[in-house]
């Protein structure tokens, strides 16, 4: 008896260890728990919905609260959650400013080579949950000669707008509530592939970032707007949703394209991120409803429940050298719908199976097998850029390429496209 006890006892603990998670919860707790407002924040202070900022309206305001005992375990959480309330017309960007724990010299400093931010976007709204991922080589525990403790402490909160450095924040209207931080081993995410945005009040966890603002006129559509301000503007899988890697090897997305944008890129986020590219999308057709397929097998990292993918939003054009220039350019995208699919849906398996690569790897020349004429061949490196552009042929000089693995996409001339994988010897 006295044995089932203690495994019963055991097995709770462990439970809650795998669950654990670090929370302050100001709607609740009515309490501000520690933290305190601070940069152009005239006040923080707790009302019913939670932890109520102000700021003075004196312009460039960085309106901010920080915390300095969290007593973190940065080596266990690494995903930062707020739930907020935004009910400024102004605040569209929340950054979680912490300290660099492996080269900063005092963590109660702000300056920036003793800080590193990570930020997201956030809508104007009701209550709604935001998760970050803050995995990187300066988030972790540290050993400073002022603290006792070897966990993590310092770590302020900041308001901005969505401009390309952000607080052009002037005026007191409006509010910003937040309702509860949280410190997570992971995000805690619903199974789900297909995305419709049905709902007018519901972006469906996804985000947007590097200069993306999301609304949703009507329902059906997920209205992405890009202020220019970056060259690899994306709508982010903020870790709401997950989906299985393993068994979706597609994805199919249907847009409007009323911008200048004509590629986009699918960012598979585990580990080095890995990526899959539609090029020449018709750009400036504020009409045409497209139809645009990725093939995900070739992604080596893409198994296994995924919830941190993004679609990057990129004009390219020639740079007069022969390579690509990236441009920073401002236009609407509307997305009707997101699905992942078992298989890549934009290939005739039969065309597909008809084109052959050898040798494979290969050295200097990569040879094309195909029951009908070959119409181009591109080649594109593991991060999305065009390295050989062929018209025609069933030969490709490969020689001048890095060692490495690339993707070939060979288009027929029956209209058939295989995408597939090689090796640079």
Do not use: C
């Amino acid at each position: 008896m006295m044995k089932n006890y203690i495994l019963n006892v055991l097995l709770f603990f462990m439970s809650i260890s795998l669950f654990s998670q670090v929370t302050f919860d100001f709607k609740n707790s009515q309490d501000a728990l520690g933290w305190v407002k601070a940069g152009g924040a005239s006040d923080a202070s707790i009302v019913s919905d939670g932890l109520a900022i102000s700021w003075n309206g004196s312009g460039d305001a960085k309106p901010k609260i920080t915390h300095q005992n969290l007593n973190v375990d940065a080596s266990l959480y690494k995903i930062f959650a707020i739930t907020v309330i935004n009910d400024s017309d102004e605040v569209e960007r929340v950054r979680a400013l912490h300290f660099k724990a492996n080269t900063g010299t005092d963590p109660l400093s702000s300056a920036g080579t003793n800080t590193r931010y990570t930020f997201f976007n956030v809508s104007k709204g009701p209550s709604k949950t935001y998760y970050f991922d803050l995995t990187n080589a300066q988030w972790k525990n540290y050993d400073y000669g002022g603290d006792s403790e070897t966990d993590f402490d310092h770590m302020s909160v900041v308001l901005a707008d969505n401009n390309n450095g952000g607080f052009a924040i002037a005026s007191s209207e409006g509010g910003f509530i937040i309702e509860k931080i949280e410190f997570l081993e992971e995000v805690p995410s619903t199974p789900r592939s297909d995305f419709t945005f049905d709902s007018a009040s519901d972006t469906e966890g996804f985000v947007g970032a590097n200069g993306v603002s999301l609304s949703q006129p009507v329902a059906g559509t997920l209205q992405v707007t890009i202020d220019g301000s970056n060259k690899y503007p994306n709508l982010t899988q903020s870790g709401l949703y997950a989906v299985d890697g393993t068994a979706n090897k597609g994805l199919r997305i249907k847009i409007i394209n009323d911008s200048p944008k004509n590629k986009i890129t699918f960012v598979s986020p585990s580990g080095a991120a890995e990526y899959a590219s539609v090029f020449n999308i018709p750009a400036n057709d504020p009409i045409t409803v497209q139809t645009i397929d990725f093939d995900l097998s070739n992604l080596t990292n893409w198994t296994g429940e995924q919830n941190g993918y993004k679609l990057q939003f990129i004009e390219e054009a020639d740079n007069g050298e022969g390579g690509v220039a990236i441009t920073e350019s401002a236009g609407t995208i509307h997305v009707q719908q997101i699905m992942f699919t078992s298989t890549y849906l934009g290939v005739d398996e039969n065309v597909a199976a008809s084109v052959g690569l050898y040798p494979n790897p290969v050295s200097t020349t990569l040879n094309i097998t195909a029951d009908s004429e070959v119409a181009t061949v591109e080649i594109y490196n593991v991060v999305g850029s065009k390295v050989i552009a062929q018209v025609g042929g069933n030969t490709v000089d490969v020689s001048e390429l890095a060692s490495g693995v690339y993707i070939v996409q060979v288009k027929l001339m029956s209209g058939g496209v295989r995408s597939e994988k090689i090796l640079k010897d």
